[in-house]
């Protein structure tokens, strides 16, 4: 049972996301499983421009110290705000970064390996980010979700490494269209590196085709579960697997 963690949110200037993303990059890639690590390009409560790690480790406090110094020296950062928590608080961390009542529109793709490319496509979408609120986002998902076969859950995701969401957020409902461009300009830049299978969670307009995909093999099991449990769809509001289309 988990319940403190050393964790929190490392913060450097915009203007370093090439570098930070790159240096996350290979941080990753030699960390420990007890580290989750999310790298975004996001703009500050105070309304600066910014790119930020939030980190959370979940095992032996004096080595997880040991294992976050590179990544709390490296820049050096603007904030450093890594400390011991307890885990509801790291939980409820960001929070305050997604109020109540905002406007949102969300996609993602998944990656094989962030390479420079894609990190160079990061820095010049999130750099058109059209408001503070929202943010692109890098998620790690190496480690123990690849050792897991396709067959074992219905998340048939089990080979990329990295998931790029792109989250617009916004209070006025009169600049919806710029801030829906703003995200389908990025995901249509990311499909040709994509795996080709998306983190339904950050779809707010899902296609079947993407749907389909993003299930895999496994697609037709569920289909034949929704067939039996709910042949008449009455469970739709959601990333909708219909029977009356398998």
Not at 125 to 142: D, Q, T, W
Not at 180 to 189: K, Q, T
Request: with cysteine.
């Amino acid at each position: 049972q988990i319940s403190s963690v050393l964790g929190g949110l490392i913060v450097h200037a915009r203007d370093k996301s090439g570098e930070v993303l790159r240096f996350y990059r290979d941080f990753m890639a030699t960390a420990p499983e007890e580290l989750t690590a999310y790298a975004a390009m996001l703009t500050t409560p105070d309304g600066m421009p910014a790119v930020g790690v939030i980190a959370c480790w979940c095992g032996d406090v004096v080595e997880g110290a040991r294992v976050l110094a590179p990544l709390r020296a490296f820049g050096p950062p603007m904030l450093d705000a890594i400390q011991l928590m307890p885990f509801p608080t790291m939980q409820r961390l960001l929070d305050g970064a997604f109020p109540d009542g905002t406007h949102n529109f969300w996609k993602a793709s998944f990656v094989p390996q962030l390479t420079d490319t894609i990190i160079d496509l990061l820095v010049e979408h999130g750099n058109r980010m059209k408001s503070p609120l929202s943010a692109c986002i890098v998620e790690f998902y190496g480690g123990a979700p690849g050792r897991i076969s396709r067959a074992e859950s219905a998340f048939a995701q089990r080979g990329a490494e990295y998931n790029i969401g792109m989250t617009a957020q916004w209070v006025d409902p009169a600049e919806s269209e710029r801030h829906i461009a703003w995200v389908r300009a990025m995901y249509d830049a990311f499909e040709p590196h994509s795996s080709g299978m998306h983190l339904l969670n950050f779809q707010s307009e899902p296609a079947d085709q993407v749907i389909r995909a993003s299930f895999g093999e496994n697609y037709r099991r569920l289909a034949e579960v929704k067939s039996k449990y709910d042949p008449t769809n009455f469970f739709s509001v959601n990333q909708n697997i219909s029977a009356a289309t398998h």
